[in-house]
């Protein structure tokens, strides 16, 4: 189509002379356009020939139905104003008629006519609304709304759509007439933002129409829901992606952070944020029953908090809920908190056992368990939960590095790596030799000492309390040791 700012377009003489040859014998000719309301057309007054081969007494003239809306006579040009175009016409070169900010009722039959010639032109116009003017939260369905006006009887259209990456949508048709069309589109993702395509087609009279228009999709770059793993007192980020910057709704939505333990539980507010006018995110802190903080710097449309030492109670539902004009959508970060333990605690002595416990909070999917293992360790040493179980016992006899999965199908969602240390074992020898009339008597006393209860950060106080036993077994030449060891 042709716009109605390239009025001085200029056609090759030669081309216009062979086409005018063409048709100069017709008298009537018979054209289709077509037109979406808002925008524009230009309607050719096709083979009329250049003004310098115009006779000066030809009357040029362009009619809608048989209203008079243009004439030219002699040289004079005026136009009838007809209301209904005031401002939104205008005659270019050739002797097109350029029409714009069409409205559904400028359909019907222009009409130009230059000496006994007469061009005939079909308007038909095209009505495209999308509910909400365009912009939505995801998860919303759009309304689409087709109308379509005709001086000639009205077609059966098919309807195509194409969404902004340019993938074919079948529309779901609710409600549908000749002249309207109601569809519902789809769910709507964050990544479905950008220019959608709406191709309209008929056969007779033949079709072929693309109306464009704007889906501004509001929402998270995060999935629905999210799970997140941690292991006790280690520092947990939760962080919600918002596509604000990617679509043109910078102002008008707020939003909020809540967390509870459980479905059942009380809901607790962490925050709220809002848009300033800039198109920041502006955040306050609500909550003062937990310890949380906001990280100051953080990527452009990113809802974050920081649980600087995670608790084993802190587990549950983090949900970030959105709100635009009355409308809500939210994302859920469901944080599942690791944490092991051990009974009784500290070093293992030899021969002893001792129980482990690893225990996560909250929900696990259908197809999650806990596993226990040695490092290095046996298959003897490989215990797993059944399907669900979000607390795993295992009674050991091996000290080692033991650790607690949770596994999700065959993917490992975390591990608790926990050392077991073995009662540590010192042995000593003190060899108090004699000797009596010849015969050599020596005997060595292996003297075993287990220090128990000593955590690994008592360990250089522990070594210093062995240098200082040692000096006393030396020095008093006898052994006080618990245990005895043959040599
Ligand atoms: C109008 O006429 C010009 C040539 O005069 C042609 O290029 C153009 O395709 C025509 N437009 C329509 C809609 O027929
Ligand atoms: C379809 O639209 C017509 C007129 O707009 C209305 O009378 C009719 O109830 C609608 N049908 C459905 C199924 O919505
Ligand atoms: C209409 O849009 C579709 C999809 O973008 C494109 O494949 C087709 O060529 C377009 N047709 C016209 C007539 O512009
Ligand atoms: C979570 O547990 C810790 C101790 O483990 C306690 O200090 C804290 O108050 C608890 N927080 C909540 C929200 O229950
Ligand atoms: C240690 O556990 C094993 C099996 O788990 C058991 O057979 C054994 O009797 C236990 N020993 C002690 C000292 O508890
Ligand atoms: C397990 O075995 C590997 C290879 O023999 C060794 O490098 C690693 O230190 C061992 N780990 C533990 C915890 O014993
Ligand atoms: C571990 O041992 C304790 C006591 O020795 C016993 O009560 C418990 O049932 C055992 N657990 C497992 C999983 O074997």
Request: glycine fraction near 6%; charged fraction near 20%.
């Amino acid at each position: 189509m042709e716009s109605c700012g390239t009025a001085l377009s200029c056609m090759p003489a030669a081309f216009l002379l062979l086409h005018l040859g063409l048709i100069s014998s017709m008298a009537h000719q018979n054209e289709f356009q077509t037109g979406i309301t808002g925008g524009e057309v230009t309607l050719n007054c096709t083979g009329i020939p250049p003004d310098s081969q115009l006779s000066r007494d030809t009357v040029v003239s362009w009619k809608y139905s048989d209203t008079l809306l243009w004439r030219m006579e002699k040289n004079n040009r005026y136009w009838k104003k007809p209301t209904f175009i005031t401002g939104r016409a205008d005659i270019k070169m050739q002797y097109k008629l350029c029409l714009w900010n069409l409205k559904l009722s400028d359909a019907g039959i222009y009409t130009c006519e230059y000496g006994t010639h007469k061009v005939h032109t079909s308007l038909h116009i095209f009505k495209l609304t999308i509910s909400l003017d365009g912009h939505f939260l995801q998860n919303e369905v759009p309304e689409l709304i087709l109308i379509q006006n005709s001086p000639s009887p009205l077609p059966d259209l098919s309807i195509i759509l194409f969404d902004s990456n340019n993938k074919r949508i079948t529309p779901k048709i609710k409600n549908k007439s000749r002249q309207k069309y109601i569809m519902d589109l789809k769910k709507l993702e964050t990544m479905d933002s950008g220019t959608w395509v709406c191709q309209v087609h008929s056969d007779s009279p033949l079709i072929n129409q693309n109306i464009s228009f704007a889906v501004n999709v509001l929402g998270f770059q995060n999935p629905d829901l999210e799970r997140k793993y941690a292991t006790v007192d280690s520092t947990v980020i939760l962080s919600w992606h918002l596509n604000s910057q990617n679509i043109k709704l910078k102002e008008g939505f707020t939003g909020q952070l809540n967390w509870k333990q459980q479905e059942s539980a009380k809901s607790h507010k962490l925050l709220d944020f809002s848009v300033t006018a800039q198109g920041q995110l502006h955040e306050t802190e609500k909550s003062n029953t937990f310890l949380f903080e906001i990280p100051e710097r953080k990527p452009e449309g990113t809802i974050e908090v920081k649980l600087p030492k995670v608790h084993f109670n802190h587990s549950g539902q983090y949900q970030c809920q959105l709100e635009y004009q009355g409308r809500h959508t939210q994302s859920k970060i469901e944080l599942v908190v690791m944490k092991v333990s051990a009974n009784p605690a500290g070093p293992l002595s030899r021969g002893a056992n001792m129980t482990l416990t690893c225990q996560v909070s909250g929900h696990l999917p259908p197809n999650a368990y806990l596993r226990w293992e040695r490092v290095n360790g046996t298959e003897m040493d490989i215990k797993n939960s059944k399907l669900r179980e979000v607390k795993l016992e295992v009674n050991i006899s091996a000290a080692g590095l033991w650790s607690c999965h949770l596994t999700e199908d065959s993917d490992k969602k975390i591990s608790f790596h926990y050392h077991v240390e073995e009662a540590s074992v010192w042995i000593n020898y003190v060899i108090i030799g004699a000797s009596v009339g010849g015969s050599l008597l020596a005997f060595a006393l292996g003297c075993l000492c287990i220090i128990s209860g000593i955590s690994w950060q008592r360990r250089r106080q522990r070594a210093k309390r062995m240098a200082q036993a040692r000096q006393y077994l030396l020095e008093n030449k006898t052994c006080q040791c618990q245990h005895r060891l043959k040599k």
